[in-house]
T-cell receptor, first 112, second 113 residues
Framework: SAVISQKPSRDICQRGTSLTIQCQVD?????MFWYRQQPGQSLTLIAT?????????ESGFVIDKFPISRPNLTFSTLTVSNMSPEDSSIYLC?????????FGSGTRLTVV | SQELEQSPQSLIVQEGKNLTINCTSS?????LYWYKQKYGEGLIFLMM?????EEKSHEKITAKLDEKKQQSSLHITASQPSHAGIYLC?????????????FGEGTQLTVNP
């Protein structure tokens, strides 16, 4: 099964700045997914990232706020832009594997 | 609208007690996944169910998918403090560009020693 290395594991950022989260997978995968988990809530899909094409964003999420890169089949980044306290969440990446989906360990973001 | 309804939202049990968490979909489920999340951490895969009537067990945790493939239950026998966490059910959502996973609201489980 795929192993995902996600970093940073946590960060505290000033409002108005941007943070880039990285996910590295130990095998090639076609689809990578980015989720947000707001405090006390479940996971919400932000976008799907396929290598060689633009990410597909879910309703309520836009590329200007959450730009995604997918330069190859093992790596992706999610940037949270122009942050506000409402962006304080856990962000997780995920990949599709044989038995379903596996997840990174998450990035806990606090915006002050 | 929320595709997956999970209940209860929270559950507090005494160590040793059995418990059940339910996950209901308004649509036929193509793949139903159960995950566990410790506070502030990533998701731990528990089980995947695909066939109507399917049942899987791992240690003290059993998951079932009903014949109509619209409801799943997760049952923990003789709960322990190590079972505490957030349990999430997820469903494959088929799109033209491929499948992706959507989640229920989660169940917060507390096991008191």
């Amino acid at each position: 099964s795929a192993v995902i290395s996600q970093k940073p594991s946590r960060d505290i950022c000033q409002r108005g700045t941007s943070l880039t989260i990285q996910c590295q997978v130990d095998s090639q995968v076609t689809m990578m997914f980015w989720y947000r988990q707001q405090p006390g809530q479940s996971l919400t899909l932000i976008a799907t990232a396929n290598q060689g094409s633009e990410a597909t964003y879910e309703s309520g999420f836009v590329i200007d706020k959450f730009p995604i890169s997918r330069p190859n089949l093992t790596f992706s980044t999610l940037t949270v832009s122009n942050m506000s306290p409402e962006d304080s969440s856990i962000y997780l990446c995920s990949v599709s594997v044989n038995y379903g989906y596996t997840f990174g360990s998450g990035t806990r973001l606090t915006v002050v | 609208s929320q595709e997956l309804e999970q209940s209860p939202q929270s559950l507090i049990v005494q160590e040793g007690k059995n418990l059940t968490i339910n996950c209901t979909s308004s649509k036929t489920l193509y793949g139903l996944y159960w995950y566990k999340q410790k506070y502030g951490e990533g998701l731990i895969f528990l089980m995947m169910l695909q066939k109507g009537g399917e049942e899987k067990s791992h240690e003290k945790i059993t998951a079932k998918l009903d014949e109509k493939k619209q409801q799943s239950s997760l049952h923990i026998t003789a709960s322990q403090p190590s079972h505490a966490g957030i349990y999430l059910c997820g469903a494959d959502r088929l799109e033209t560009s491929g499948s992706r996973l959507t989640f229920g609201e989660g169940t917060q489980l507390t096991v008191n020693p």
